[in-house]
């Protein structure tokens, strides 16, 4: 449904793709942006490996990409769970649990026992409740009904057998810690800022009351998309308080992340988008929601209407001066009108940041 358009997105920000239903925005960020870009990363990993089957890559939908060659890899991040089973959980997927099981191994009580690190984890045998298998929650079979899930009555919930739960950090233990919320966690990591950054950052996207050792399929799809973002702007490197510009950026591509999100939960969304661009990496947003739209730094506005009506860009900018481009977008009087009440209201955020 796309007609034939030539589009210009520029690298290193924050970009929104906009337009009615069925205007075509899936279409050219996911179906051709997003897997074209990603089958020619593949081919050029191939090609820099040696191995056989190195060659030109067949574009799909369009006739050509130029400039992904500035691109070191692209990612599509959804509400998709981030975990099926129990045993996943934030604290493991941000990557700071490994952290975790080395700062309790070394601590005076676990080298007297000559514990190691692999003692403190709920996966492996050893250290962790057996009765359970470390999951902290037996299964109940009902006839007729789904399972139940309840406590282990031997750990509590806790995930560690005794012996393990005896040797303390900070006066706290492993299960103790695993059971903290991220707000609590941040706090008692200060001084470990392998810990620390990534539940900052977690406290700052709003998901400070998760427990670090919540299971993964408890969380809902908002939850999990933030924390696969929080899991990739801790991989950027920083210095101090700053994000530092990657030398190899991203491509991320979301499609209307928003959806079902509250109004506080979507000014930490554009938080962290807004960090991952300012990072030097690419973000793509599929959105109709105008506080994501107005944040954006460039937008490509698809139409003027859905179907055979649409495919083409009707608008394309800075979304200050979006609705200079063309009379046909929709969009543009919408957000012209949203920026004018924000201009009202005294916001000056919103008309710097399209003006940039």
Not at 38 to 47: E, V
Not at 98 to 114: C, H, N, Q, Y
Request: glycine content about 12%; proline content about 5%.
């Amino acid at each position: 449904n796309l007609q034939g358009l030539d589009v210009s997105l520029p690298l290193g920000a924050l970009v929104c793709v906009t337009g009615v239903s069925g205007s075509g925005k899936s279409t050219l960020a996911r179906e051709v942006l997003y897997r074209n870009v990603r089958s020619l990363l593949a081919s050029r990993k191939t090609a820099a490996s040696g191995k056989s089957g190195a060659g030109e890559t067949p574009l799909r939908g369009c006739g050509a990409i130029e400039g992904w060659e500035e691109v070191s890899r692209t990612l599509e991040v959804d509400q998709t769970p981030i975990g099926k089973t129990p045993r996943s959980c934030p604290a493991t997927y941000v990557g700071v649990w490994d952290k975790v099981r080395s700062l309790f191994a070394e601590t005076p009580e676990a080298k007297v026992r000559g514990y190691s690190p692999s003692r403190f984890s709920f996966n492996v045998s050893g250290g962790r409740c057996e009765e359970c298998g470390g999951q902290g929650l037996k299964r109940i079979e009902m006839n007729f009904l789904p399972d139940v899930r309840v406590p282990c009555e031997i750990c509590g919930g806790a995930r560690f057998n005794r012996e393990t739960m005896e040797v303390e950090y900070k006066g706290k233990n492993i299960g103790e810690v695993l059971q903290m919320n991220i707000s609590e966690a941040e706090e008692f990591f200060r001084a470990v800022p392998a810990v620390h950054r990534p539940l900052a950052l977690l406290e700052e996207i709003g998901l400070g009351y998760l427990t670090l050792g919540q299971q993964s399929p408890t969380l809902s799809g908002g939850e999990a998309q933030r924390l696969k973002l929080v899991t990739e702007l801790s991989k950027a490197s920083r210095r101090g308080e700053e994000v530092a510009r990657t030398s190899k950026p991203s491509l991320y591509i979301l499609d209307e992340p928003t959806v079902g999100l509250h109004m506080a939960d979507v000014e930490n969304l554009v938080r962290v988008l807004r960090k991952l661009s300012d990072a030097g990496n690419t973000v793509v947003v599929i959105e109709h929601n105008l506080d994501v739209i107005a944040e954006a730094d460039h937008i490509v506005d698809l139409g003027p209407e859905g179907g055979e009506a649409g495919g083409r860009v009707v608008a394309s900018g800075p979304p200050s001066r979006l609705h200079e481009r063309n009379g046909e977008s929709h969009t543009a009087g919408v957000l012209n009108e949203f920026l004018a009440q924000r201009r009202s209201a005294g916001d000056d955020n919103v008309v710097a940041r399209g003006e940039r």
